[in-house]
């Protein structure tokens, strides 16, 4: 009768009842029998190696008499059942977070899902919104670095839609941070061209050709080129090819695109109908390409010339002079990497015009200077330099008003009255 009172006093240390030493029961809602298996078992070997041999030394001492080793023991017990209280709330409050977190990662996965279908429906900012809270919950709730990875590849993906480039960009990089992905839609090859794009879409010309180029020599290997086929595998391959070629032309380096875009167009000539789009595709980007090389031969302003011209036009027309001043200051870094005089001289013009706008003479003087200096090496461009030389003696004289102190002139000292004969 003693041992088994001893017996029950030891399990209410513990913190559990007769029943409930046999049973789950007492553990905290939606925790598995498995879990509430292990922390018995993990409790019965604690108790094996610590609470049973003090029992046995306390069975000893109770026979040779020895009792004040018998209260050292009580309380030994009471700070053992204190010990065993403390460690059963701790499971708890672990299961009801292990619950919690669970509860916030299916809400996640539901609101990621909504985001998927926003993004297939072509609704990107409902995409973007929806991505980005599943990401924010999930952060909270996992430290899984796949699960992160698919939601941040999500919201990597509808921000590259909806042109939001520079955050993109540095999710894509996220993504490629982990080693294993879990689905087969985030291979390298994948979440690397997703990169170049919003690399391409940011400007960073120089950063993304290198990648391309490393791209299509990694997808070259899995592409049959001499026979006919379709597949994800050539996809990549032509995507790569083709944001190769338009890096190098970005740059202005033409002549190196041209090899490539003639690759890509003989090739698909060889494996493709000639009316699949992506041949049809292949051969205008090439006949651009070769126009372009063709106009700069003959010395004619390009595409990207007359762009930034009509640009230069339209913004001082709206009276835009800030943007105006930025847009004439591309133009003339483009004519110094096109090497093109004629480009810089109308850009030094228009960017004169804007400084005479904006009250700053002795800028505008510099500017049509250097543009005069310019114009008269080509004999063709009489009339041209003519102009110039009519704008910079009245920005001269508007500059030596200003040095002065007088009063720009607007107009007749004496206007006509009402009435009266002009000149009367």
């Given at each position: 009768?003693?041992?088994?009172?001893?017996?029950?006093?030891?399990?209410?240390?513990?913190?559990?009842?007769?029943?409930?030493?046999?049973?789950?029961?007492?553990?905290?809602?939606?925790?598995?029998?498995?879990?509430?298996?292990?922390?018995?078992i993990r409790e019965r070997r604690w108790q094996e190696t610590n609470t049973y041999k003090r029992y046995e030394e306390y069975q000893r001492s109770q026979a040779e008499g020895d009792s004040g080793q018998g209260s050292n023991n009580d309380a030994w017990m009471r700070q053992q059942s204190e010990n065993f209280q403390r460690r059963e709330a701790e499971i708890q409050e672990s299961n009801r977070l292990r619950a919690r977190r669970t509860a916030g990662m299916n809400q996640a996965v539901d609101i990621f899902r909504s985001g998927q279908e926003y993004y297939a429906a072509g609704r990107n900012e409902k995409a973007v919104s929806a991505y980005r809270s599943a990401l924010a919950l999930a952060r909270e709730n996992t430290q899984d670095p796949q699960s992160l990875a698919t939601m941040t590849y999500g919201l990597g993906l509808a921000l590259l839609a909806s042109r939001q480039y520079a955050e993109a960009e540095t999710l894509f990089r996220q993504v490629l941070a982990v080693p294993d992905r879990r689905y087969e839609s985030e291979n390298s090859v994948a979440v690397t061209t997703n990169l170049g794009l919003a690399m391409m879409g940011n400007k960073r010309y120089e950063a993304a050709e290198p990648l391309f180029k490393n791209l299509v020599s990694l997808t070259e290997q899995n592409v049959d080129l001499n026979a006919p086929r379709t597949g994800p595998d050539l996809d990549i391959w032509i995507t790569a090819l083709e944001n190769w070629a338009t890096a190098l032309e970005k740059l202005d380096r033409y002549a190196e695109a041209e090899p490539l875009r003639k690759r890509l167009q003989e090739t698909l000539f060889k494996i493709l109908p000639l009316s699949d789009p992506r041949y049809v595709n292949a051969s205008w980007s090439l006949h651009d390409n070769q126009e372009e090389l063709k106009r700069r031969a003959a010395g004619q302003r390009s595409v990207d010339e007359y762009d930034a011209i009509y640009k230069m036009n339209e913004l001082i027309y709206l009276k835009r002079y800030d943007q105006a001043l930025l847009a004439c200051d591309a133009a003339m870094g483009m004519a110094e990497r096109h090497q093109s005089p004629d480009l810089l001289v109308v850009a030094q013009e228009k960017k004169a015009e804007v400084l005479i706008k904006l009250n700053r003479p002795v800028e505008a003087e510099a500017l049509l200077t250097q543009a005069l200096a310019l114009t008269e090496k080509t004999p063709a461009n009489k009339d041209r330099a003519a102009r110039l030389r009519t704008s910079l003696s009245a920005v001269r004289?508007?500059?030596?008003?200003?040095?002065?102190?007088?009063?720009?002139?607007?107009?007749?000292?004496?206007?006509?009255?009402?009435?009266?004969?002009?000149?009367?």
């Open positions: 009768m003693r041992h088994f009172i001893l017996r029950v006093s030891m399990l209410t240390a513990l913190g559990l009842s007769v029943a409930q030493a046999e049973d789950c029961s007492h553990y905290a809602p939606g925790v598995t029998r498995n879990n509430c298996e292990a922390n018995q004289a508007a500059a030596e008003r200003d040095r002065l102190g007088m009063p720009a002139r607007s107009g007749p000292s004496n206007p006509p009255q009402p009435g009266n004969k002009p000149g009367t």
